[in-house]
């Protein structure tokens, strides 16, 4: 039986008219407005546990862009050169042409924020309850690693960000500035530290999907490695393996399904359930042969970057075949990715064979579809998830980005030997599933291009690669670039039908990605025109 967190949003009184960095006439019409008065509400330990609830709701069904959702966790991947999908959502992120009006921007502002109010208003009001202290620092420390995680998110994205602590009046709420982006992330540090330290190392089953001192000290892991402080990221990183808790899976495929919801490796996940607070990525995800929208498209630049099963690179490998370039391939390409006249779902082979009547053909939509699709997450049993009713939990955090974690900040702090790629990269890629071949090489420069691959590869779609490109600084190059799709013709030079590279892909979609600019989202425009007091990022 599974548990779960249940998704009640309470907000008591007036206090959420205090949405930071604008009181938007929008954001008051979609949140619920309870009856209870903060005077009559905060009383018991019941009363706590229902706020608390509110607080972790980040919206089920087709709920707007967060940096909690499937969906959007899907988009940042793709805007990091992964792919594109039908609305060009990830295109209009990286080709130039962002500016502070577009909605998906201010969704992921507005919402951040939403869940910010709802933090500060928890932690106003906790001490007002009567109930045991333990439990209420407990849950101290998951509100404020919910708060933490959200501002991280917002300076990473946005750079500088009005960082609020308290509830404001509508007044002060419209009159914020903006906080240094190294002010957000220095608090977020120590908020994270604090919540660390309050947090459990697990929890029971009655109580999955709760913070506990993993969750907060991943993000805190992620903070660190985007400030280049490796010492600290390795002590961080260091603390949830002295755990021993947490594990490496020997699946792989099904971390991302129903059955692997409970797995040791997750350390952070979207908790749903089906019927009563479910989601629609399955939707988005499913092709149209499946009654899907087929909405994303991976380019076949990610295809290309997993490895071959010797462990070589498809450059490098004997055992790559320009003619039957799917073949001898890392296993999790395939777990990840469908390819045409390949993968076979539900008794079903997927097919984007062009110039045929198949749903899920190249030119059904011309310009639009890549001839991929994402396999990651899709249900294989219709009895536990249909495209537009499922319950299954996504994972934000997984052991495996600890490891991988762990080994860049000893690499990048100068100590690394084969013990701690076979404690490391080598657990990851050496899981049952996988069975990669182990990494051997301690060189520095060789090391980093494989750590770098290896989180491309393994978190593909999870929400991670964005970040990644952005602290490497190469979110400019992994876009402005000519992406390609599905391999169309072993005779490029004889092949007129669609457009292909030399190689016989399908020359896909281009991005000018502006260097000095999209590094930082713009400042919705919206909030600007209510709080005169919130500069623009550069360009915009």
């Not at 548990?3 to 008219?17: A, H, R």
């Not at 402080?229 to 603390?239: G, L, M």
């Not at 984007?352 to 991929?372: E, F, I």
Request: aromatic content about 12%; some cysteine.
């Amino acid at each position: 039986m599974k548990n779960y967190i249940y998704k009640l949003t309470v907000v008591v009184g007036c206090s959420f008219l205090t949405v930071i960095a604008g009181c938007k006439k929008d954001i008051l019409d979609t949140q619920p407005l309870s009856s209870i008065s903060d005077a009559t509400f905060w009383k018991t330990a019941n009363d706590a546990t229902l706020a608390l609830n509110g607080v972790y709701d980040s919206g089920a069904g087709f709920t707007g862009y967060n940096f909690w959702a499937g969906t959007s966790m899907v988009n940042l991947d793709l805007m990091a050169g992964n792919g594109s999908e039908k609305e060009l959502i990830p295109d209009n992120f990286t080709n130039g042409t962002l500016n502070p009006t577009y909605g998906f921007v201010g969704s992921y502002y507005s919402q951040a924020y939403g869940q910010i109010t709802r933090c500060n208003n928890f932690l106003a009001n906790i001490g007002l309850v009567t109930m045991d202290a333990a439990q209420k620092a407990v849950m101290i420390g998951e509100v404020k690693t919910i708060r933490a995680y959200n501002y991280f998110n917002l300076a990473l994205y946005f750079g500088d960000v009005p960082l609020v602590q308290k509830l404001l009046t509508v007044e002060e709420a419209n009159s914020v500035t903006r906080t240094p982006k190294a002010e957000v992330w220095a608090f977020c540090e120590s908020e994270l530290k604090a919540a660390a330290a309050a947090l459990p190392v697990s929890v029971s089953n009655d109580r999955l999907g709760h913070m506990t001192s993993a969750s907060a000290l991943a993000i805190l892991g992620r903070l660190q490695l985007a400030q280049k402080k490796w010492a600290d990221a390795a002590t961080t990183y260091k603390t949830i393996i002295d755990f021993n808790y947490y594990i490496i899976d020997p699946r792989y495929r099904e971390l991302f399904l129903n059955a692997g919801e409970t797995s040791r490796e997750i350390i952070m996940s979207m908790q749903y359930i089906r019927d009563t607070y479910n989601h629609a990525l399955l939707q988005y995800l499913t092709p149209e042969t499946w009654g899907g929208w087929h909405q994303y498209s991976p380019f076949n630049e990610l295809v290309e970057a997993y490895e071959c099963k010797d462990g070589k690179t498809i450059a490098e490998s004997p055992l790559f075949d320009k003619n039957s370039p799917y073949d001898n391939r890392d296993p999790r390409m395939d777990f990840n990715i469908m390819i045409s006249d390949r993968t076979s779902f539900r008794g079903r082979v997927y097919s984007a064979k062009p110039g045929t009547t198949l749903p899920d053909r190249l030119n059904q939509y011309p310009g639009v579809w890549s001839g991929y699709a994402i396999y990651k997450f899709l249900e294989d049993d219709p009895a536990v998830a249909t495209t537009n009713n499922t319950g299954n939990n996504f994972p934000l955090i997984r052991y495996a980005e600890v490891l991988l974690g762990y080994l860049e900040a000893k690499l990048e702090s100068g100590s690394v030997d084969q013990a701690l790629l076979d404690a490391t990269i080598n657990k990851v890629r050496g899981r049952a599933a996988v069975a990669m071949p182990a990494v051997t090489t301690t060189d520095p420069t060789a090391l980093r291009t494989i750590i770098r691959r290896e989180r491309r590869v393994e978190f593909a779609f999870e929400g991670i690669r964005y970040f990644d490109c952005l602290r490497w600084g190469i979110i400019g190059s992994e876009n402005n670039q000519q992406f390609t799709g599905m391999k169309l013709t072993n005779d490029p030079t004889n092949y007129k039908d669609y457009p292909v590279n030399a190689n016989g892909y399908f020359i896909f979609k281009k991005r000018n990605f502006i260097v000095g600019k999209n590094e930082l989202w713009p400042i919705p425009q919206s909030e600007r025109d209510l709080n005169k007091n919130l500069t623009q990022n550069p360009g915009y």
